[in-house]
């Protein structure tokens, strides 16, 4: 995991697949028991040792053409389910998907998603300048661009809920430095230099990774 020099053990990472249906909602109950049963045998696996588990990733294409309610109800309820509990300082749960989309920071998403698009966008006008060699040039990036560069770091094949268990979050928030983080991601995925991944490349593999 890298933050083993922070006391954060190895382990392994559980994959799990939920064979529930957005049907209009009415297959949640499925996802949220899927998730609560991976969680539980998470917290009982520990979180190191041969049969530990550091996080989980659960695989649920029945949700992949309906982000509003992945979004939006789904980890509402999950992170509800969480507080109710009072897990937050055992998991955290974030949230990707194949149409993820940047809050634009008019309103509150909840935990486990994206910075908003006006914190991107201050990070990478922060950062952007610094992280360039002498020989680049930096092209600005548009409001829908930066968007896009946050989005692609939630994007994956299906939807996915991942769970992480919280010292791992606190231990790796503690030591990585966010705004240059996001700003290399950003400028990696959609900026406009030689090495650049470009939007269209992403959107190829990303068809690939779901045939």
């Known amino acids: 995991q890298g933050l083993g020099d922070l006391g954060v053990p190895v ?12 049907c209009e909602g009415n297959d949640v109950y499925l996802l949220m028991a899927d ?7 998470m917290v009982a696996a520990g979180p190191s040792g041969k049969s530990g588990v550091s ?9 992949d053409d309906d982000f509003a309610l992945w979004a939006g109800p789904v ?14 300082e055992m998991v955290g749960i974030v949230c990707f998907h194949p149409q993820y989309v ?15 698009v006006p914190r991107l966008k201050q990070w990478y006008e922060e950062h952007g300048s610094s992280s360039s060699s002498p020989s680049s040039t930096t092209q600005t990036l548009s409001d829908n661009e930066i968007a896009a560069g946050g989005a692609w770091q939630r994007r994956t094949p299906h939807a996915v809920i991942n769970v992480l268990r919280a010292e791992q979050l606190e231990a790796a ?15 990696v995925l959609v ?3 030689e090495d650049s991944i470009g939007l269209e490349k992403l959107e190829e ?3 690939r990774e779901q045939c």
């Open 11 to 22: 382990a392994n990472i559980m994959y799990r697949h939920s064979s529930a249906l957005s």
């Open 35 to 41: 998730a609560w049963e991976a969680i539980s045998d």
């Open 55 to 63: 996080s989980i990733l659960l695989s649920a294409p029945g949700f």
């Open 75 to 88: 980890f509402a309820m999950l992170e509800t389910c969480v507080g109710a509990i009072q897990g937050e």
């Open 102 to 116: 940047t809050p634009d920071g008019k309103s509150w998403p909840g935990f486990g998603h994206m910075h908003s």
């Open 173 to 187: 928030e503690g030591r990585r430095r966010s705004g240059e983080l996001y700003e290399r991601n950003i400028r």
């Open 191 to 193: 900026g406009k230099e």
């Open 205 to 207: 593999d990303l068809k």
